[in-house]
């Protein structure tokens, strides 16, 4: 594969990660993904011959593999730090696009598509949220934390963020966002 | 207003929120709305002569209010109460749909209107998460919760239950949503 397709598909996927951010499964559609990426329908179809649930659904576990890339990083320097980062990269993503996207992996999560029956995107969906909550737990465990506390508490992190996300865009405002990471700190082990 | 027109507009304000929870907002038309309050679309335009937006506004709205008057009942015996309730609810929800369907609320939240520039759903959506907040946080200040903390937990608890609400929707599984319970049973004064 050429560079230059190469750069179209990942154009594509990228597209796909930022209307499902913003618009939601139900919205994004290959042709509003191949205007967005300016990428010419028939392209788009050569690098997704499974059309709309092949690209969505790669752009769900792309975007899941950068915050876990970061995670795995930053947890490296224990569980806090990891969460910190984990909240920073939600926080900016908010801020940056005013409240008017958010994440790709909630979108997916939280509509049952109308016109396709497969459920690949929602698998790649569920993979994402149990890798970073696999990550989290891991290095709460690796802190001392007991495997059962470590699992709850993970899971709390990701569920609280990924709502956190949804109140914020909601008030077009950051404040629920701080007041629910100020909660989640609290609840690391120093 | 007659009983019988009057039914008519409630069930199509019950079609839009089991449409939204289930399918998003991008997805819900008030053609299909009509379709599946088998309401005529000449009759639902008469009931909301300003078309989806109007319609969506009142079912985020009519959403929200049920379940703050469950909560308002349960929370006179405490917070602890109110919390077990309000996770005892969307727990059977989830339940209820197999996982294929969730929060309206959250639904709007998420996804920014391809086709309408209105914003009344929106703030509808951010009424209601204030609302849950701002009765939860009360509570909790009644039993000696200082209140920035219990504006803080109270968020939590917002943010925690929607996040777990999309987290076991992808997962196809109540086990997220659980373990983020057991977390927040843990945060409350006993």
Redesign the interface.
């Given at each position: 594969m050429s560079l230059r397709r190469s750069d179209t598909r990942h154009r594509v996927v990228l597209a796909t990660a930022q209307m499902l951010a913003?618009?939601?499964?139900?919205?994004t559609s290959i042709r509003t993904i191949a205007q967005r990426a300016q990428s010419p329908l028939g392209s788009t179809y050569h690098h997704f011959p499974e059309g709309k649930q092949q690209v969505v659904t790669e752009a769900v576990t792309w975007a899941g593999a950068q915050v876990s890339e970061h995670l795995a990083q930053q947890l490296q320097a224990g569980a806090g730090a990891g969460l910190r980062d984990f909240l920073a990269l939600w926080r900016e993503t908010l801020l940056r696009a005013d409240f008017?996207?958010?994440?790709p992996?909630?979108?997916?999560?939280?509509?049952?598509?109308?016109d396709e029956a497969g459920t690949q995107a929602?698998d790649a969906?569920?993979q994402v949220?149990?890798q970073w909550?696999a990550q989290l737990a891991g290095a709460l465990q690796a802190q001392g934390v007991a495997p059962e506390q470590a699992?709850?508490?993970a899971?709390?992190i990701?569920?609280?963020?990924?709502?956190?996300?949804?109140?914020c865009?909601?008030?077009?405002s950051i404040a629920?966002f701080d007041?629910?990471a100020?909660?989640?700190r609290q609840?690391l082990p120093s």
């Open positions: 913003q618009h939601g499964l139900n919205a008017h996207a958010g994440c992996v909630l979108a997916v999560a939280v509509q049952e598509p109308l929602l969906a569920a949220f149990t909550q699992a709850g508490l899971t709390l990701v569920a609280a963020t990924e709502g956190a996300i949804a109140l865009r909601a008030e077009r629920a007041r629910t100020a909660q989640l609840l």
